[in-house]
Structure formats: structure tokens, C-alpha cells
């Protein structure tokens, strides 16, 4: 098929075979999208909106056809301010694996390996820091060359992952002080695990590496489905290098928010 033939499987004004338009039969499938109107597609000459489409909170648009557009809210035990830290150089209710991070407060000189760089420090939020990560060497024994900050929420009473999407969004920074240097990167990832420790399914925001610009907070969100096998959900912020010996430098991250979609 030609990429703008209406019968091309994915194609948004896929017909069913019904000849460029939709048939107006609520059994057919109009768009190809696997659901006809009365298997409760609300837009059957759109591809991209179904009730097994994944609904992108806040852009005004019922993706999955529940009757209004999703939102996000906190999961479970989340600490609500990314700016505030617990006395251990990472945020409350957040923990560590592989021992290079620190908190970094607003308005203030960056200090490296315990020296004092004389380089000033803005974090994307002024109401209180930042995170601060750097290379971990051998110091995470579970995975060398990764530096981890993280929350972890397992299913309870109350409350599972299982069959939900969650997002997790935030800032990055690439400072002029121990800039990345080699294959040295950091990111954000979601990682559903099932009863075993087991991925389910993952995904990974932006990288920050050393081609990143400088001095400039970055944007940094993704978002997972996670499946009915899930049983505990992370959000992860990470420094990963690959060569111990070339792989440097010093990231900051800002504003995190780990949410659950409904």
C-alpha cells in the first residue's frame, strides 16, 4: 500500500475496506485501530484513540475513550517537594545505590570530591536544591558504573501498579563545573518489576551526556504502561559509566515528579 492509502493497517483514515470514508457501520472498524464504535472506540476514523490507546494526561484529548482526558496523581508514598532532602544528600523518601550523590542548595558554590570549585549553582526551582550525581566507579557492588537514586512502591492492601501507566518527569543540568566527559551519561528511567524482580517493562527519559548543551536545564519525562504481572514499580534517577577511568563529570537534577495517570 501507498503510505496515504485509507487502507493501510495504522493508517487514521483506514476504512475497514469501506473506499476513503468512514462506512457509518458500528461493527466495522473504520481506522484499523482493533475496535469498532460498539467495541467502544469514541473516534473510529482515529488510529491513535481507542479504549486500549494510552491517554497523555493534560493535552485535552480522550485517548482511551473513558470519557474524559486522564490526570496525574502522586503515587503512594511519594514525597510531594523534590527540594527537600533528608539529611543524606539525596530527597526524602528517595534512596541510594553506589554512593556519589549530594544535595546541592540553591545559590551556592559547587563542591567537587569535597572541594570547593568557586562555581555558583542555580537550581531550575529556588525554593530549596538539587540533586547531585557523579560517577560511582566500583562503589554499587549490584551494578558497577551506576550511580542510583531511587523510589521504589510495591503493591499493598490498598493500592497496585499492575495495569497502570505512570510517568516520571523532571530537570537536568549539565554544568560548566566537572563537565561529562567520555560515554558518562545520566537519565531517568520507570521500571516495572513483577513478584521476582523481574522486568515487566521500562522506559527511559532524555539523556544528558557530554555532547548535552552547558548551563542550561533540560526537560527530561517518559512514561510506561506497566502489565498485569507488575508488582513494584521504581523511579530511578541514574549516572551510568562504561569505563571507569574516562567516563566523568557531575549532573544535577531538579523538579522530579513520579505520577500515576487516571
Known sequence: NEPGDPNEPGNPNDTGGGGGTNTGDPDIDDDGDGFSENQGDCDDTNGQISPDAT???????????????????????????FDLEDGNGYPTDWSNLGGAWAWQEHDSTIFIDGTDSGGFFGA??????????????????????????????????????????????GWGLHHTVDPLVGNAEAYGIIRCLDASGNPQGDAITQAINAQTQLESWRNMSTWVRCNSMTETVQAILMFHQVDFSTDRGTVFFDDVAFNEAQ
Not at 491517554?55 to 517537594?81: H, K, M, R, W, Y
Open 55 to 81: 491517554d497523555f494526561p493534560g493535552d485535552g484529548e480522550d485517548q482511551d475513550c473513558t470519557g474524559a482526558d486522564a490526570t496525574l496523581i502522586s503515587v503512594g508514598l511519594l514525597n510531594g517537594n
Open 124 to 169: 531550575h526551582s529556588p525554593m530549596g536544591g538539587a540533586l547531585q550525581l557523579w560517577e560511582a566507579g566500583g562503589a554499587n557492588t549490584s551494578n558497577p558504573g551506576e550511580s542510583v537514586v531511587y523510589q521504589e512502591f510495591t503493591t499493598n492492601a490498598n493500592w497496585s501498579p499492575a495495569d497502570k501507566v505512570f510517568w516520571l518527569t
